[in-house]
């Protein structure tokens, strides 16, 4: 090697590099202890795998499920959803899912599941509606909250996860405003990876819970706008499957919702019904859309999986160098598919890979930080990630 040259070995992009599967859904549902699998204990995953609403009925696993969990499937596909993996937690009784320590330890093996798989990216968890519900003076006490909460740290922790929230059936527009504030002050920072929607949804004497509809809706408008259909938002579509809603909500109503956090569906005349709002729970202003938090995470999930061969080079200031040119060729794409604002490309995003964002204690822990600072199309806000990449 000659004097001053670094040679770098960076593998090619190619059609087989692992895809970023947006609409790809996960339904958490229950298995109760009379369809335990032989050999079951709490907390077991029965793992479905289903490519249409069809074949729910021929896996002859999909019928541990409970039923919530299988007809939000198939109003899933009924919404354009075309792949889906359905996990069965093994559950004693629904006080396993009723308290912060029951609920951890009984979906510790869902965690564990989720944590070695790359392909889901949309969670719903329709049978978790059903825990039980309590109304109190202006506010809603659920027990069954400890059990959102788990699920929406566990998409919080993969960083490229999406929860779409159920409340709980028979909730007023009061109080199903007073339980998103609840949630969201109990979500914390967690609240950007999740959106609620309201009301339930009927057809004939069916009621059900509107994620398994909605989930459908936001693979449908992923697809519909492939290869970076996270930058539309999944608003303004009609639902599949659906004649009515539990309550009747209008155009006027959607306001005072939204502020809440809550996406309305509304009834209108010659559509049916229309999802009407594209709002997280979060109360950052960075996070509000649906659209800014899954355009992040995208670009986050993907720079991670770019920089996976990091980890067996020497950490030394010249791969700082290389880091940040394969950053900012990634950015240059989203940018170029309409992901990011800027009206030329690198005008509104940065990207630091320095002695700054990388000080002797991260070198030592054989780390390379990437600090980039970028604006979804949609936002109002300029985000700030930092990329931990190496070790």
């Not at 309590?134 to 069954?144: K, Y």
Request: net charge negative; glycine share 8%.
């Amino acid at each position: 090697m000659n004097p001053g040259i670094l040679i770098t070995h960076v593998r090619a992009s190619s059609a087989d590099e692992r895809s970023l599967h947006t609409d790809h859904a996960g339904f958490v549902g229950v298995v109760t202890p009379s369809r335990w699998p032989l050999g079951a204990t709490p907390g077991a995953v029965v793992e479905v795998e289903v490519r249409a609403a069809t074949g729910l009925d021929k896996v002859a696993a999909a019928s541990l499920l409970d039923p919530a969990t299988r007809a939000g499937l198939r109003a899933y596909f009924a919404n354009g959803g075309e792949r889906a993996t359905a996990f069965g937690v093994c559950i004693r009784a629904p006080s396993d899912l009723a308290t912060p320590h029951a609920v951890a330890r009984t979906l510790e093996p869902l965690r564990d599941r989720l944590r070695s798989m790359d392909e889901v990216s949309l969670i719903a968890a329709p049978a978790f509606a059903y825990l039980p519900t309590e109304a109190a003076a202006d506010d809603v006490v659920w027990p069954g909250g400890a059990a959102w909460l788990e699920l929406l740290s566990i998409c919080a922790e993969s960083g490229h996860r999406f929860l779409i929230v159920d409340p709980p059936r028979g909730l007023d527009e009061a109080d199903v405003r007073a339980w998103a504030r609840r949630f969201r002050t109990s979500a914390g920072a967690d609240a950007s990876f999740a959106a609620l929607y309201w009301p339930w949804l009927a057809a004939g004497d069916t009621v059900l819970p509107p994620s398994g509809a909605i989930v459908g809706t936001y693979a449908r408008v992923d697809l519909a706008n492939a290869p970076m259909g996270v930058r539309v938002a999944p608003a303004n579509v009609e639902l599949r499957g659906w004649t009515d809603a539990e309550a009747n909500v209008g155009f006027r109503d959607a306001g005072a919702l939204l502020e809440d956090g809550v996406n309305p569906i509304v009834a209108s005349p010659g559509r049916g019904l229309v999802v009407w709002g594209a709002r997280t729970l979060s109360q950052d202003e960075r996070w509000r859309q649906v659209t800014a938090r899954r355009i992040v995470s995208v670009i986050t999930e993907r720079l991670r999986r770019d920089a996976e061969w990091i980890v067996f080079e020497s950490m030394r200031p010249e791969l700082w160098q290389v880091a940040a040119r394969m950053v900012r060729s990634r950015l240059d794409g989203f940018w170029s598919a309409g992901m990011l604002t800027g009206d030329t490309a690198g005008s509104e995003y940065a990207v630091q890979c320095d002695e700054e964002t990388n000080p002797r204690a991260v070198v030592d822990r054989g780390e390379i930080h990437v600090s980039v600072r970028m604006r979804p199309v949609t936002a109002t806000e300029f985000v700030e990630i930092e990329l931990q990449l190496g070790r």
